[in-house]
Nanobody
Framework: QVQLVESGGGSVQFGGSLRLTCTASGAIYDIFAMGWYRQAPGKQRELVAVHSNAGTLFGDSVKGRFTISRTNDKKTVFLQMNNLKLEDTAVYYC???????????????WGQGTQVTVSP
């Protein structure tokens, strides 16, 4: 069993900053990628940022404002969000591709989501 636990969401004013944290625990052999997606009301879930063995990837709307990093054990990922805009308001979900043993394929896991609200 694998769990992704998120923290750090909340309310912030336009132009402010927040840092989200997601930690993976449980039956983990290797984590190939960890990242964040978000979903605003009435919209589809979209990529925010991903950190993988191949590097980092950002959604177009957050480039230059958000950064992503992981701990050396690869089990915790951070999303630093700066210069927040009203349109960044959404539920942010942690996502990870995790292999539970040396001979298993990577399975996608999701966190429960954390609300980020940006106010004028």
């Amino acid at each position: 069993q694998v769990q992704l636990v998120e923290s750090g969401g909340g309310s912030v004013q336009f132009g402010g900053s927040l840092r989200l944290t997601c930690t993976a625990s449980g039956a983990i052999y290797d984590i190939f990628a960890m990242g964040w997606y978000r979903q605003a009301p009435g919209k589809q879930r979209e990529l925010v940022a991903v950190h993988s063995n191949a590097g980092t990837l950002f959604g177009d709307s957050v480039k230059g404002r958000f950064t992503i990093s992981r701990t050396n054990d690869k089990k915790t990922v951070f999303l630093q969000m700066n210069n927040l805009k009203l349109e960044d308001t959404a539920v942010y979900y942690c996502n990870a591709d995790i292999a539970s043993s040396y001979d298993s394929i990577a399975v996608e896991h999701w966190g429960q989501g954390t609300q980020v609200t940006v106010s004028p």
